[in-house]
């Protein structure tokens, strides 16, 4: 690390602290906090956070509702063609009854997620029983819902989703380098899914917008990608290491320094859009994993899974679940270790107004 490089990350910070607008070449240099730089970042995503959320976290049910996947992205576990993936399809009764378990144990929003399942995509009669089993969801627990289903083919799915009451749309292009996409997202169209969430924002609703670390993404790609997240009013702003799992034959395209990349990309995140929520996702890591993603500045906690559901995870499948450790009640030492607490639902209520509003000015 040379003295300039250090002089160059300092002034940049600078900038960062007066909030700014860092063009992908500050991001970029933000991103290369070294070990011994990155308190200094993560310092500064911390206050960002307090600004805007005070102490106060927010945590996400996640409902793995089908595993079933017309598609072969070749950084996921429930490729079409990995016949490793476990597989299920869930009945209407078994998301209700974990949904009304997630509501107990505390969790602000309900994420009901899903491969691309011929069942519930290929054909409207498919679309229109999830959003009843969507609809059902949130009547029976009174929460806000996400729903990540892949892509919504046209403007009338989007806005059958918002007449639902759907708050979210969850739907990540993973990189927005076209030619990384396209090894990545094998036989997709990456307009496609970016005009999914034009869609979707158009008819009402939030978006949450996300990226992977360690397949094949440079540095700069990552800034590109913040910039363009904070350009296109994602409400929500995701970035997860990539886990390899069994069946994948996608490797790591990074295994040293990967955790602090994306624990630096969190952090740059909050900086560059302070006001937006980020998950601190428990699929990656677990618990363990928790605290530092806090401290990098994430204020969303997702991946939230009741123990015993029969539920699977996403990048592990299996990771923490049966233990309690992806319960709410199971993760709340973490936030007293942090120096942070969850918030009511009524706070949460308020900040999603508020990211509503904003992603409307914006
Ligand atoms: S990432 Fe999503 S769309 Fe791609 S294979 Fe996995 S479940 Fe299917």
Redesign the pocket.
């Known amino acids: 690390m040379t003295a300039k490089h250090t002089d160059l990350f300092d002034e940049t910070l600078k900038i960062a602290a007066k909030h700014l607008p860092l063009d992908e070449r500050q991001l970029e240099i933000l991103l290369g906090a070294s070990r011994g730089q990155r308190e200094k970042l993560y310092s500064l995503a911390r206050s960002c956070r307090r600004e805007y959320f005070g102490d106060r976290l927010f945590g996400y049910g996640f409902i793995y509702f089908s595993t079933y996947?017309r598609?072969?992205?070749n950084f996921?576990f429930?490729?079409?063609s990995n016949s490793e993936a476990l597989r299920y399809r869930k009945t209407k009764d078994e998301v209700l009854r974990t949904s009304r378990a997630l509501a107990e144990s505390g969790v602000h929003l309900l994420d009901l997620t899903l491969?691309?399942d011929p069942e519930y995509v290929l054909d409207d009669d498919g679309y229109d029983a999830l959003l009843d089993i969507a609809a059902e969801m949130r009547a029976s627990t009174g929460l806000p819902l996400m729903i990540s289903p892949?892509v919504l083919e046209n403007e009338d799915r989007a806005r059958k989703a918002a007449d639902t009451g759907i708050e979210f749309y969850a739907c990540y292009q993973e990189t927005h380098n076209r030619p990384l996409f396209s090894r990545l997202?094998q036989g997709q169209d990456y307009q496609t899914r970016w005009d999914a969430k034009t869609n979707a924002r158009k008819a009402g609703m939030l978006v949450e917008e996300g990226i992977l670390a360690g397949v094949g993404e440079e540095l700069s790609d990552i800034a590109h990608s913040i910039a363009t997240m904070r350009e296109m009013r994602a409400a929500q702003v995701r970035v997860m290491s990539f886990v390899p799992q069994k069946g994948v034959a996608l490797r790591r395209s990074i295994e040293e320094g990967l955790y602090l990349r994306e624990l630096n990309t969190i952090a740059v995140m909050r900086v560059a859009m302070p006001d937006r929520f980020i998950p601190a996702s428990l699929d990656v890591a677990g618990k363990s994993g928790l605290k530092d993603r806090l401290d990098a500045g994430a204020n969303i906690i997702t991946s939230l899974i009741m123990p015993d559901s029969g539920f699977a995870g996403v990048s592990n499948a299996t990771l923490d679940i049966d233990s309690g450790e992806r319960s709410l009640p199971g993760i709340l030492d973490t936030l007293d270790e942090c120096g942070l607490q969850m918030g009511s639902r009524e706070e949460f209520e308020n900040a999603l107004l508020t990211l509503a509003r904003s992603a409307a000015e914006r």
């Open positions: 996947c598609n072969n992205c996921c429930y490729r079409k491969g691309e892949g997202r």
